[in-house]
């Protein structure tokens, strides 16, 4: 048998694989939240992170040439929007930290301008190396400006450093399947606001020492074919998922512009839909799903249902006049949507 036929399914999976990595190194961060919410985000942490400092729960992290800190917060005082949002990991930039940020060497030394936290009861007994590596995670978020999937890459080239990339990968397919599934997905979890000091701020740290050689580490790692595959098998699992909600959503559709009366819509399309969705269930598939990857197919397609549904509502007003079609809705319990939930992870749970 030749070498080349042998290594020849590993190297194009990694290729297929490291394409994806390439296109999203030029994401930068979504700089898209409003400076209201960010300042009300950043009130959220700082309060969270001056309590795990009275607690003694904020940690140092020295390894690799990186030099952190991370505050170990539990999920009943972690607003619900973070979590859902971030996973068991999340990061903030003190809008009033810039002096310290942009003090370069001050910044090296200390925690700087950046608040680093790890919900450590999200899963049940989350080892140590679990805890430190996600932490590693939200640090290569900031240093390459939110972008999940390199930040991914540095966790796990880390995590191989020290010899216990298996390890690691096991542990989260075990404990946090969602998480393995959204290894490979567009994630940008970092929101800032958009502001041309945040962006300064922003490059004057991707611009440090420390930067430099996270970058070269997130360069130089490759995935372990063992690992690719299975990557592979879950980014499969996600894109027939996605088959699936597209058909779901299309059955649904003919409900929708069909004649018949509201509470005959609401009650078939609710039915057809977690009829098609629980293939979902039977397959297997729904601990392996990617949320991040098919939520917001998920969404938009659900949106434009529901705009259909109101659009059939309107028509129907004026065929039937004011007094029936009350009536009509009436009887379908006044809907103004089709009342499935727009976030997917909530439709999963309904199956
Ligand atoms: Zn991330």
């Known amino acids: 048998m030749s070498l080349s036929i042998r290594i020849s399914p590993q190297l194009a999976l990694r290729q297929s694989l490291e394409i994806n990595l390439g296109q999203v190194i030029s994401i930068k961060p979504e700089l898209k939240i409003s400076l209201t919410l960010y300042k009300e985000r950043e009130g959220i942490c700082t309060k969270l992170y001056k309590d795990a400092l009275k607690k003694g729960n904020v940690r140092q992290y020295e390894g690799h040439g990186m030099t952190f800190e991370f505050a170990l917060v539990s999920i009943k005082d972690v607003p619900e929007f973070i979590y859902k949002q971030c996973g068991h990991a999340f990061s903030h930039c003190l809008m009033s930290g810039w002096d310290a940020l ?46 999940h999937n390199l930040a991914s890459k540095l966790e796990f080239a880390i995590a191989a450093k020290e010899n216990k990339l298996r390890w690691y990968m096991n542990w989260i397919e075990v404990n946090c399947p969602a998480s393995f599934a959204d290894v490979f997905s567009y994630q940008v979890h970092l929101d800032l606001p958009d502001t041309e000091k945040m962006r300064d701020a922003l490059e004057v740290f991707q611009s440090s020492e420390e930067a430099e050689l996270v970058l070269n580490m997130i360069e130089e790692f490759e995935w372990p074919y063992s690992v690719l595959q299975r990557l592979s098998k879950y980014k499969k699992v996600s894109d027939e998922v996605a088959g699936i909600i597209s058909r779901a959503i299309s059955s649904a559709e003919s409900y929708v512009s069909s004649s018949l009366r509201v509470v005959q819509i609401t009650t078939s399309v609710d039915a057809m839909v977690k009829e098609t969705l629980h293939e979902i269930v039977e397959r297997g598939f729904k601990q392996y799903v990617s949320i991040a990857r098919v939520g917001d197919l998920w969404r938009k397609q659900l949106i434009s249902l529901d705009t259909k549904f109101a659009e059939v509502l309107t028509n129907k007003q004026q065929l039937l006049g004011l007094s029936v079609y009350i009536d009509e809705l009436g009887e379908a319990g006044n809907p103004n949507s089709l009342g499935l939930p727009l976030d997917f992870a909530e439709m999963l749970a309904l199956l």
């Open 102 to 147: 942009l003090g370069g060497q001050r910044y090296a030394r200390s925690r700087g301008s950046w608040l680093l936290f790890v919900i450590h009861d999200m899963y049940p007994e989350m080892p140590e190396k679990a805890i430190e590596y996600v932490a590693v995670h939200e640090r290569g978020e900031m240093v390459t400006l939110g972008d």
